[in-house]
T-cell receptor, first 110, second 114 residues
């Protein structure tokens, strides 16, 4: 199976700073990319989707995609303690299947 | 805001027993999915379902697993003879479209096999 790789962290960021989360994927044919947030013991919650190279902004979140480098990232501006969670990168493979990375655990320190 | 719901939230069963996990997808969504997450591990795809048939399934989804849409709202996952290694969180998801569409997850059912 084609893989999705993330640094498992933990990533510790001070409140108000920018958190940067990275993901690489191996299937060059992938076209759809997603970031989910997962609080401990909860289900994945969709934050962003991105389909084209470049940046996509939604509030404090910016997703970046570089298909040539097979790289997706998520920036969180003005990080808040409530942003502390595990962030999952997911890549669409096949017709509908999402392949998830291991997730990066993010901690925002007040 | 519409959301995916799942019941029960926690199911405890003995090895070898059958379990049925239930999901109500978002009402205007057409594609339905099951994923599972073993504690501390990645979220793994099990199966996708569209137009009353399986459209894709993973290697995990063997003959012990089946899915069904018994009526216009419910979507179920049945495990015929549970094994210890089936213990996991099972998430149902749904999407409006197919290829590349955003998938929205339910709260999950924690299955514990003893």
């Amino acid at each position: 199976q084609k893989e999705v790789e993330q640094n498992s962290g933990p990533l510790s960021v001070p409140e108000g700073a920018i958190a940067s989360l990275n993901c690489t994927y191996s299937d060059r044919g992938s076209q759809s990319f997603f970031w989910y947030r997962q609080y401990s013991g909860k289900s994945p919650e969709l934050i962003m989707s991105i389909y084209s190279n470049g940046d996509k902004e939604d509030g404090r979140f910016t997703a970046q995609l570089n298909k040539a480098s097979q790289y997706v990232s998520l920036l969180i501006r003005d990080s808040q303690p409530s942003d502390s969670a595990t962030y999952l990168c997911a890549v669409n493979q096949g017709a509908q299947k999402l392949v998830f990375g291991q997730g990066t655990r993010l901690t925002i320190n007040p | 805001e519409p959301e995916v719901t799942q019941t029960p939230s926690h199911q405890v069963t003995q090895m070898g027993q059958e379990v049925i996990l239930r999901c109500v997808p978002i009402s205007n969504h057409l594609y339905f999915y099951w994923y599972r997450q073993i504690l501390g591990q990645k979220v793994e795809f099990l199966v996708s379902f569209y137009n009353n048939e399986i459209s894709e399934k993973s290697e995990i989804f063997d003959d012990q697993f089946s899915v069904e849409r018994p009526d216009g709202s419910n979507f179920t996952l049945k495990i015929r003879s549970t094994k210890l290694e089936d213990s996991a969180m099972y998430f149902c998801a749904s999407s409006h479209g197919g290829l590349g569409a955003e998938q929205y997850f339910g709260p999950g059912t924690r299955l514990t096999v003893t």
